[in-house]
């Protein structure tokens, strides 16, 4: 059962989805922001948010399509677990380059904007009533 992306066939649906799209990324930059800010002690901004977290989906999914079509012809069903970790490590790698930053830091900040988005989903959910997008399946 793999992910199905359903794209609008109109063109007022797709500038629907489109600016849907921009909100999201713009919302989860937040707390990639407010993890950078922390762990680089101030000197990160919003604009490095934007492009790690914009970088690191493309990458990603660069990565995991990549490895996955060309190794699972050799590799079979294991491509898959080896495209997700690759695939995990060069978004980590745009984080690090990002917010010019070593490992550790980046593995912190991914660590601390899921803390924090984790905390803004349940206090938008608590408060306003509109939780964010189903991040965490628990």
């Known amino acids: 059962m793999g992910m ?20 999201l990324w713009f ?5 990639v922001y407010f993890a950078g800010k922390l762990v ?3 000197g ?5 948010a934007l492009g790690a977290t914009l970088g690191g989906v493309v990458v990603y999914s660069i ?6 079509y ?4 050799v590799m079979g069903s294991g491509a898959g ?6 695939g995990l490590i ?3 790698a745009v984080y690090r380059a990002a917010f010019r930053t070593g490992w550790l830091g980046a593995i912190g900040i991914v660590v601390l904007a899921w803390l924090i988005l984790l905390v803004l989903d349940f206090l938008a959910g608590s408060i306003f009533h509109v939780p964010f997008p189903d991040f965490f399946p628990f």
């Open 40 to 42: 680089k002690g101030g």
């Open 4 to 23: 199905q992306l359903n794209f609008p066939s109109d063109p007022g649906s797709l500038i629907v989805y489109l600016i849907g799209l921009l909100i």
């Open 90 to 92: 060069a978004w980590l």
């Open 44 to 48: 990160a901004s919003f604009g490095n």
């Open 81 to 86: 677990p080896l495209a997700l970790v690759l």
């Open 63 to 68: 990565i995991v399509f990549a490895v996955g």
């Open 70 to 73: 060309f190794l699972g012809a």
């Open 27 to 31: 919302v989860v930059s937040i707390p």
